[in-house]
């Protein structure tokens, strides 16, 4: 086949992710789902706008212990009722779901709170800190299988990254033989600071107590990705890091570096500097015919000889070598044969919330669930431990959660 005749109008893709300025829903106006958000930082604001792209959820309620975060959430969404603590927030009777979006470490108590009064529940990425913890918190969600429990990997539902795992699970690129992603910035990842005393709940990241740092914030949305794509069981997590330039007191790495190797051969590498941005985001699974290359909102395949013919259901566009990297960074032997895979380049976070408002109207557990979210949850805690430890750790099967049928 030709690349200049290549293309495939993939039918089904196109009028699953076609949704428009708002995401389709069958609730009417007078039977949405009450959302209350705890924790209205960076993250939690966030999702004041997504929200606004679900018609079938509507926020009604937030909260957060930190003052000023309440009063610039109050000035954005003054028609919400706000709380300054948690619990009062679940005894609302308005609130049928929560999204929890604290720092890392108030996952744990936090969501089994939200259990215990009968919300659902969509938790931000990483799931739960430490491993007894995550265990304690799986098996929670198990005994109320009527309550969904979601986790915030919106790649797991992204209109783009399903397209590309169906390419890989079709054998489009060959079978996978290494994968290679990097979450680069450059920047110190502080922020401001209005007084000195909130300095540990602003820049929580930084701190172990809270945090995991760029393993749990920023390589777990590439890891969550890989083992879905790979399909194989785990053999080990390895990995170092260090604070090597911002010694600024930070306990949390400044760069890190994660290998995790797969019973079936395959070996994924995670980088994250905060030291050099170069190609910043960047997944690259390898086959022996191609390569699928992934940023945030866009994806190519680059085949390894001729282009190849994708499987159905799936828009490639040809032509679109010229997007593949800085100055053509990812040219390959086969110059100009990469194609675009056609998909929303839109944020996938309102698709992700709109698959829990489905979940909630069709009592299902979602594709991102409990499992799923435990098992990346043990992965981040394994290759912080391995850095800190400078070995290697075999990955264990009870780390496999099975959900409940």
């Not at 999702?47 to 309440?70: E, N, S």
């Not at 604290?102 to 931000?124: N, Q, R």
């Not at 990254?161 to 680069?184: F, S």
């Not at 502080?190 to 760029?214: A, C, F, H, I, T």
Request: glycine fraction near 10%.
């Amino acid at each position: 086949m030709k690349r200049r005749d290549f293309l495939i109008t993939g039918g089904a893709i196109a009028a699953s992710v076609g949704l428009g300025p708002a995401l389709a829903s069958t609730r009417s106006a007078t039977d949405r789902i009450g959302i209350g958000i705890i924790g209205v930082g960076s993250r939690g604001k966030q999702h004041f706008k997504f929200l606004q792209d679900v018609p079938m959820l509507k926020l009604v309620a937030y909260c957060d212990v930190l003052p000023f975060r309440l009063e610039e959430a109050r000035a954005a969404e003054p028609g919400a009722r706000s709380y300054s603590d948690y619990r009062r927030l679940l005894d609302d009777k308005d609130v049928d779901a929560v999204i929890v979006s604290t720092h890392f470490s108030e996952h744990h108590p936090v969501v089994l709170a939200a259990l215990d009064a009968g919300k659902h529940v969509y938790c931000e990425k990483t799931m739960i800190k430490g491993i007894a913890e995550t265990r304690e918190v799986f098996d929670a969600t198990q005994k109320r299988p009527s309550q969904i429990f979601q986790t915030g990997f919106q790649y797991r539902t992204s209109p783009l990254y399903e397209a590309a795992a169906r390419l890989i699970a079709n054998g489009d690129i060959g079978q996978i033989t290494a994968v290679n992603c990097q979450w680069n910035r450059n920047g110190n990842w502080r922020r401001r600071v209005p007084d000195p005393k909130w300095e540990r709940q602003v820049n929580w990241r930084m701190y172990r107590e809270y945090s995991s740092g760029l393993v749990a914030e920023l390589c777990s949305h590439q890891m969550g990705f890989c083992d879905w794509v790979i399909g194989s069981e785990l053999e080990h997590i390895q990995g170092v890091g260090g604070i090597d330039y911002w010694v600024d007191g930070r306990e949390t790495y400044d760069n890190v570096h994660v290998v995790t190797r797969y019973k079936s051969g395959v070996t994924a590498t995670y980088t994250s500097l905060t030291t050099n941005s170069l190609d910043g985001f960047r997944i690259s699974v390898l086959g022996k015919k191609g390569t699928v290359i992934l940023t945030t909102r866009r994806g190519w395949l680059v085949p390894e000889g001729d282009a190849i013919a994708a499987s159905a259901g799936v828009d490639l566009v040809s032509g679109a070598s010229v997007d593949v990297g800085p100055e053509n960074a990812y040219k390959t032997a086969n110059e100009g044969s990469a194609m675009r895979i056609d998909a929303p380049a839109d944020d996938p976070t309102p698709v992700a919330l709109q698959k829990f408002g489905e979940a909630i109207r069709d009592k299902r557990q979602p594709v991102a669930n409990a499992g799923s979210g435990a098992k990346l949850s043990v992965m981040v805690q394994l290759a912080i431990d391995a850095m800190d430890g400078k070995k290697v750790i075999p990955w264990s099967a009870e780390h496999n959660y099975q959900m409940e049928s």
